[in-house]
C-alpha cells in the first residue's frame, strides 16, 4: 500500500508538541534507532513517519529558519530521494503492512534477510511497521531481536493505535510520540470551507470519523452522511421504533459493508455523547437513583452497541446480529407509535 502524501491530507499531519519533538530529533541529528509514533488511525502517522524518512534523506534539505518550522518543511519534496520516498519506491525506505490482520514472524524473518546488505544509497535506512500492534507474538520476538542489536544505518517506524497492545519488551526499545487527533471544531471548519457541506453535515461527519482526519475528508469525498442519511435518521430515532420496524431496519443495515461499521461507530459516538450531557446534567431535578438508572442505561447501550460490532467482526449471521442489537437498544423504552414514520 502507498504512502500517503501530505497533500492528500484535510490538515498537517502533525502539530504542537508532536512536530516539535520529531524536528528537534532531525535539527540534532538524532535519530533515534526505533519510534513509535502512537495515536488512533487516520491522524496521520504514516505520513508523518514518510515525511521524517524525507527530511533525514533529503539531497536539497531547505534552509530551516526555526527550529519549530512545520515537519513538511524540512524536506524538498522533489529530489530523487524524496520523489522515490513519495512513490513508495525506495529501496531503503521498507513497508511492512498487516496481511489479514496479522504480522507473521515470515515477514520479519524476510525483512531480518534484506538488513543483512548495506543500504543502496540512503544515508538513513527506515523500517515502517505499521499497525506494530497486529504482529504475532513470534513476530514481535524476533524483531525484538534486531531491535536489540539494530545494523548501521537502520532505524525503525513502528505505528500503532494503543501502546499497550504492543509487548512490554518492544515497547522499552522505542521513544515513543504521541499523536493527538485534531480538535473536532478544526475539522469541522475544514470540511465546511474546504468541502462546502453545510453545518448539520459537516458536524455528522466529523462524529463519524471520531477525531480521524482521513476519515472525515474520505467521508467528506464520498458525500457518505447525505447517502447514508435513512440509516442515520433511522438509529436517531431508534427508540420510536415498533418491532417490525426494528427488524425491517435489521434487514436493510445487514445488506451494508464496510458502511455498517462506520454507522455503528457513529452510534456509539452519539451514545457516548448522550453519557457525557448527562454527567455535565448531575445537578438537575432528577434524584440521584435516576440518575444512576439513565447513566446506566446509557452504559448499556452503549455495550449493546460495542458488542454487535464484535460480532459483525467474526463469521457471524449480521441480520440475526443486528436484530438483537436494536431490539436490545429499545428494550429499555416503549415505542411512542404517534412519532414514528416509515424509512
Ligand atoms: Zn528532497
Known sequence: MALRTAHNLLLP?????????????????????????????????????????????????????????????????????????????HPDILTIDPKKNQIHIETIRSLITTLGFTPYSAEHRFI????????TPAAGNALLKILEEPPNQTHFLLTAAKVSDLLPTILSRCQIIRF?????????????????????????????????????????????????????????R??????????????????????????????KTVILEKVKMQSVAMASHQTNSQR??????????????????YFLSTNVNRRMVLEKMLLALAADSAPNKSSIREF
Open 128 to 135: 515502517l511497521i505499521r499497525s506494530a500492534e497486529k504482529m
Open 238 to 267: 431508534i427508540d420510536q421504533l415498533t418491532v417490525r420496524q426494528r427488524l425491517i431496519l435489521a434487514e436493510r443495515l445487514a445488506q451494508k459493508k464496510n458502511d455498517l461499521e462506520t454507522l455503528l461507530i457513529w452510534l
Open 13 to 89: 499531519p502533525v502539530s504542537g508538541r508532536t512536530g516539535r519533538v520529531l524536528t528537534a530529533l532531525l535539527k540534532n541529528r538524532q535519530i533515534p534507532q526505533a519510534l513509535l509514533f502512537a495515536g488512533i488511525d487516520g491522524i496521520g502517522k504514516s505520513v508523518a513517519a514518510s515525511l521524517f524518512a524525507k527530511a533525514a534523506n533529503c539531497e536539497i534539505p531547505p534552509e530551516i529558519q526555526t527550529d519549530t518550522q512545520a515537519l513538511e518543511s524540512w524536506s524538498c519534496g522533489e529530489c530523487r530521494t524524496c520523489r522515490k520516498i513519495d512513490s513508495n519506491n
Open 180 to 236: 493527538q487527533p485534531w480538535p473536532d471544531n478544526v475539522i469541522e471548519s475544514h470540511l465546511i470551507d474546504q468541502y462546502a457541506l453545510d453545518k448539520p453535515t459537516a458536524e455528522t461527519t466529523v462524529r463519524l470519523a471520531a477525531g480521524s482526519q482521513v476519515k472525515a475528508i474520505d467521508l467528506a469525498n464520498k458525500n457518505w452522511v447525505n447517502t447514508q442519511k435513512w440509516a442515520i435518521d433511522a438509529l436517531e
Open 292 to 309: 444512576r438508572a439513565s447513566m446506566k442505561q446509557l452504559i448499556n447501550r452503549y455495550e449493546i452497541v460495542e458488542d454487535a460490532l
